[in-house]
């Protein structure tokens, strides 16, 4: 009598490695949304779990806490914003000028986009960097000098095709810039209006070539 096959067992099927991992990136998206409108400190998990659909107790197979998960989202976060950068920075085809007024138009139609809902997600942590961990804070300092790098970089090579004569180091001008710029974004989100991101890069690139 041949033997009778095994019946699997009835439930919810388990995730595969390939589904769980577009759960965590899919958690990781709904956090950068969150935490560019919200901060950390004033965004809850709930919010997160419901835009994903992901029950509570799930959350912490993902992340070992809100801390870890805060820590993860601005790593996905950096990278985001370093490609985007690299994207417009790097571009042999436009002047550096361009470069950087391609750079400012393209944040003026993504904070549009939301209604000046949303900022800079590394911005909105450096406010609250009072009220963070010293790992929030190493990592936001190195987000920081990561941009600061590149801008540098695009400075430098702007000066070298004659577009500007630099009166400052690189990295003291860039530095300036995006202590400047995230000074605008927050006021472009109080006004409603893409104005200051405008008056800033304007600003910005009359100093260099004075």
């Not at 702007?158 to 630099?166: D, K, P, T, V």
């Amino acid at each position: 009598m041949p033997e009778l096959s095994k019946t699997s067992s009835r439930g919810r099927p388990k995730k595969t490695s390939s589904q769980g991992e577009q759960t965590r990136q899919a958690l990781l998206h709904a956090g950068v949304a969150l935490l560019t409108e919200k901060g950390f400190i004033n965004s809850g998990i709930e919010p997160i779990l419901k835009i994903v659909g992901v029950p509570k107790g799930s959350f912490y197979h993902y992340f070992a806490s809100k801390e870890a998960f805060g820590l993860h989202v601005l790593d996905s976060y950096q990278e985001y914003f370093e490609n985007k950068l690299d994207h417009f920075l790097l571009n042999e085809s436009l002047s550096c000028v361009d470069r950087l007024r391609a750079f400012a138009q393209d944040a003026s139609q993504g904070m549009a986009k939301y209604n000046y809902q949303r900022g800079c997600l590394v911005g909105n942590l450096e406010q609250e960097s009072t009220q963070l961990s010293a790992a929030f804070n190493l990592k936001i300092q190195a987000c920081y000098q990561s941009w600061q790098d590149r801008l540098a970089n695009c400075l430098l090579t702007g000066q070298s095709r004659g577009e500007w004569q630099l009166q400052q180091e690189a990295q003291s001008l860039a530095q300036i810039f995006w202590l400047g710029w995230e000074g605008a974004v927050h006021r472009a989100r109080l006004l409603v209006s893409s104005q200051p991101l405008e008056s800033f890069m304007d600003f910005f690139i009359n100093s260099l070539r004075d």
